[in-house]
């Protein structure tokens, strides 16, 4: 059994910063990768960055420059730093965590970005 929980999440002004945290624990067995996706409102859940277990990050067009994905160095924890942040950037961010077994999620942290 593999838990995934995020934490962080809020309300904060445009511009503003958040960071999220995410702690993965259980039977996990060759972290391959975590991530960070986010779903709006009626829309599709989308990867907004992930980073693999040798450092390598990828991240959503319009967050790069604003946002960053970093990790602990047994990568069971990931962090997405989030400044500048727009009422764009208001969705429900979910955690990925990828063992050689498979893809495993949180529960979600809700994000609102608003004057």
């Known amino acids: 059994q593999v838990q995934v929980v995020e934490s962080g999440g809020g309300l904060m002004q445009p511009g503003g910063s958040l960071t999220l945290s995410c702690v993965a624990s259980?039977?996990?067995?060759?972290?391959?990768?975590m991530g960070w996706y986010r779903q709006a409102p009626g829309k599709e859940r989308e990867l907004v960055a992930a980073?693999?277990?040798?450092?390598?990050?990828d991240y959503k067009d319009s967050v790069k420059g604003r946002f960053t994905i970093s990790r602990d160095y047994d990568m069971h924890t990931v962090y997405l730093q989030m400044n500048s942040l727009k009422p764009e950037d208001t969705a429900v961010y979910y955690c990925?965590?990828?063992?050689?077994?498979?893809?495993?999620w949180g529960k979600g942290t809700l994000v609102t970005v608003s004057s």
């Open positions: 259980g039977n996990i067995f060759g972290m391959v990768a």
């Open positions: 980073i693999n277990r040798g450092g390598g990050t």
């Open positions: 990925n965590a990828r063992d050689v077994r498979g893809d495993y």
